[in-house]
């Protein structure tokens, strides 16, 4: 068993060229549409940022789930999934743009004149200003980028030291205060770059409601990238029908776990009916965005469930990439609905740029995430539990 036997198939750069390409094509027009209409750009520019944040962020979720559980599932998108967690360095980069767009996005509490009309908190007035917003960005980077520093080396490591079983252990103990450090990374980086685009409502769950929808989008990804793969070898001969199994089960759990958080804030906030929480509600039920509500609700939660019950579907390699496409496309439809309301309170209103700024950044995104992927061999080479996984014998 050595390196170049697991090295990325054909595929996987065909994927990176044509990434590239459209992605290249597409920044060339946002551009365009950032000199033209740069309050069009930003908001659609924050919305695409978030869905490719969280493809990398919740990839390394799923690194540090899959070194805290064991679980063979794991083995098979351990590596797509590390390859995902290296796009940070990019990701820092293309935060800069949020940076410039401040006045844009975070206008309520910017713009003096929106203060005075409604006034901040003493707290507010200490946390939202551009030198704390930055700072803390800082500080979410720095520790995300430890983080997949630290994952990725040791398990670069563990390729070379394979008999090293404390790599192992220690690898385990650390998934655990990562994990925990990635929820509240998450948490406070959703209520600054997009809770704060409302900053008279809050919601202490707010933050998790972005896990999980990371954890959606990251998976989705791994399912429809392992697919793409299994074309070719050495993916061919070793993806088994069990293993696209688990990871539609555990597809189906994080959007089961997405729903419970949005139904358990909504139900908590419209009991209260405090006029200072239904805010936020009352913007996205009522009008044309109500509709929008609809569709995330009927198409990101309703359909996926009643499509993933079968277990035929979940170990489908012609069904379960098409689901998992579906689920990243509702994702961003999630993150418009989520983002958008506060620029058009009159009701829903798109931009040609939130077609071309998605395209763009998820094109950009890919391309790096490919030429990630073809870096490292395709499967962990010291973890023990491998020759389990590419055994012959299906079960």
Not at 344 to 368: E, H, N, R, T
């Amino acid at each position: 068993m050595t390196a170049p036997d697991y090295r990325a198939p054909e595929s996987v750069g065909r994927l990176q060229q044509r990434a590239f390409l459209v992605g290249g094509v597409a920044v060339l027009l946002a551009i365009f549409g950032w000199l033209r209409y740069p309050d069009d750009f930003y908001r659609s520019y924050l919305m695409s940022y978030m869905l490719i944040f969280g493809f990398a962020l919740g990839s390394l979720g799923l690194v540090m789930l899959q070194h805290l559980t064991g679980g063979l599932w794991g083995i098979m998108i351990r590596r797509p999934a590390e390859s995902a967690t290296r796009t940070l360095p990019f990701l820092l980069v293309l935060f800069i743009p949020i940076l410039f767009g401040m006045k844009t996005l975070y206008f309520r509490w910017l713009d003096p004149r929106e203060t005075l009309k409604q006034p901040l908190s003493a707290m507010q007035q200490w946390y939202l200003t551009k030198n704390n917003f930055a700072i803390r960005a800082v500080i979410y980077f720095a520790v995300l980028l430890s983080l997949m520093f630290i994952f990725n080396a040791w398990s670069r490591k563990q390729d070379v030291d394979r008999d090293d079983r404390s790599l192992r252990r220690r690898l385990k103990m650390l998934a655990g205060p990562g994990i925990i450090l990635y929820v509240f990374v998450v948490s406070f980086a959703a209520i600054d770059w997009v809770m704060s685009i409302s900053p008279h409502w809050a919601s202490t769950i707010y933050g998790f409601l972005f896990v999980a929808g990371q954890l959606i989008s990251s998976l989705s990804l791994m399912i429809a990238v392992i697919v793409m793969m299994a074309s070719a070898e050495p993916f061919a001969s070793i993806m088994k029908p069990r293993y696209l199994h688990d990871l539609a089960k555990l597809l189906f759990a994080f959007n089961m776990l997405w729903a419970y958080f949005g139904f358990s804030q909504l139900l908590i906030i419209w009991s209260g009916n405090q006029p200072e929480e239904i805010t936020f509600f009352h913007s996205r039920l009522y009008g044309s965005w109500g509709i929008v509500a609809v569709i995330v609700l009927i198409f990101h939660f309703f359909v996926p469930f009643f499509v993933l019950l079968p277990q035929d579907v979940k170990r489908s390699t012609r069904w379960m990439p098409k689901i998992a496409l579906w689920m990243i496309f509702m994702r961003l439809v999630d993150l418009f609905w989520l983002t958008r309301p506060e620029f058009a309170l009159g009701g829903v209103k798109f931009s040609w740029l939130d077609l071309v700024v998605p395209v763009a950044l998820i094109g950009l995104w890919l391309g790096f995430f490919a030429w990630n992927l073809k870096r490292e061999p395709l499967f962990p080479l010291g973890d023990p539990k491998l020759a389990e996984v590419i055994a012959p014998n299906e079960h």
